[in-house]
């Protein structure tokens, strides 16, 4: 991170008011208002779980290959990457002593893929970062997370001790869960046991706050200050597409490529209701023969007063997404990561409609975008010529090598994993 002293003295040409310094432009400025207010918490120097100032290490004597998991979120990015890493670790003979989530978690995901696992489960508080719908929240609800986050730690003190002295863990892998960042801050293991620390949001701090706008100058500062505080814990790798320091290789299931275009299939996926209803609109307006298209979204769409829906619409489910992913030569989605690398890997381009409001999805199209210009397409919204672009696109010398590229580096998750993760 660039001190403000460096800033000031360096020009910005991408400011969109075309101001010659940072120093007069509002950008800078912005982006250290939730710094200041987040900094308190995020410094070394606060008081840990129990209020003492000091850092209280732990006492326990790792197992050889033991390893305990943390992630947060109630969707399935951080929950599908520590599942890959998990399954990688036990390929190599090593055991899951322990799994560490957050009340965001559903009730099903908890009953369906964590108590399988059969390890002791700890859930702490989640802090409040984004809200899947609306999303990033006002910096004084974070804080306000934070604090009473923090504040339920301190009460569940025993359980937590008594949670990482059982299971002997010579590793910890965190998945961006904050609160328990805090705990292994103020609470470190015993020497020689290695945190490491995988997110796609450490990539973010790749992005110059002078390219961004508003909603995403704030949305990073939050993200910058939460990822510093993580940082205090070990090292932090980021997930990217393409060979970076300090990076893992995208975590995903590499799938079939595409093998023709002749009969077209769009599959569409949207965190917000309004995206899907946009689209179904425009479709119902603008005629597009010979297409299938399906859209995925958390309830169905209703069907408008007298006429049909211009597509097929479907509630969330994983297995249903699948089955028409594998057959699909175009992707129109919300922007995670997930689903867009693995349609780059499949070789079919993707349009990206970030959330209205989600500043992380803003800057991750973004991303997306520079990463694979020649199959990824991001706009602020739907429009009939972006569904017409994605309709009769034909294969390039450029997205096919991108679609390789990204296919060759997914192939060496295992490798650099243990090689990053463990040391191996």
Known sequence: ???????????????????????????????????????PLVKTQAACVTGVKEPQPLAYAPGTGRFVIGFCGSGTGHLTQSLAVLRMLQARGMTLAGIVFDTDATQKMVQETLEPLGVPLLQLPAIKLVDPKKGMVPTVVTLHSVITGVGKLRGMYPQLVSFFVDAKAEYIFNFWHTTLAFFLRSHPPPPGVRISNVAPQFALSSLDVR????????????????????????PCLSLSARPQPNSLPPILEVPAAVSSFSSRLILCYFLAQPDAVRLERLLAQFSISGVEIHCFTTAPLTPPAGRPLALESHAKQRALFKHYFDRCTGIICSTGNETIWEAVCRGVPVL????????????????????????????????IEDVRWLVDFKPSEESIAESSALRERATTFDAEGARLLCGA
């Open 1 to 39: 991170m660039q001190t403000s002293a460096k800033l000031n003295e360096e020009k910005a040409p991408g400011c969109a008011d075309g101001c010659k310094r940072v120093i007069s432009c509002w950008k800078p400025c912005l982006y250290s208002q939730p710094q200041i207010a987040l900094a």
């Open 211 to 234: 390219d961004l706008g508003f909603w995403e100058i704030v949305g990073k500062s939050t993200i910058d200050a939460m990822a510093a505080l993580i940082a205090q814990t070990g």
């Open 352 to 383: 990206t409609v970030p959330t209205s409001g989600h500043p992380e999805q803003m800057m991750n199209a973004r991303i997306h975008g520079r990463a694979f210009p020649a199959s990824v397409r991001a706009v602020s919204r739907v429009r």
